[in-house]
């Protein structure tokens, strides 16, 4: 079952340190699975699950700066 079957969305996820992570994905579960196979235990570790904004491509531009 090919992946583009179902939609995949932009979601940023809020960090303790004040800053963000950005993650595609299905749901915001399926994003955060994702970060946490891109990211060292410490990097996800600050990670606020529970704490995201789903986004469309076109306002990615408005989170770059809060990207860390």
């Known amino acids: 079952m ?3 079957n179902n939609p995949h969305y932009f979601y ?3 960090m303790t340190n004040g800053k963000k992570k ?15 196979l891109r990211l060292i ?12 904004t789903k986004i ?4 990615l531009r408005q989170y ?3 990207l860390g």
């Open 64 to 66: 770059i700066q809060e």
């Open 2 to 4: 090919s992946s583009f």
């Open 22 to 36: 950005l993650a595609y994905g299905a749901s915001p579960e399926d994003a955060y699975e994702i970060l946490r």
């Open 12 to 14: 940023v996820f809020a």
């Open 56 to 59: 469309s491509q076109r306002k």
């Open 41 to 52: 235990p410490e990097e996800v570790a600050h990670v606020i699950k529970d704490e995201y």
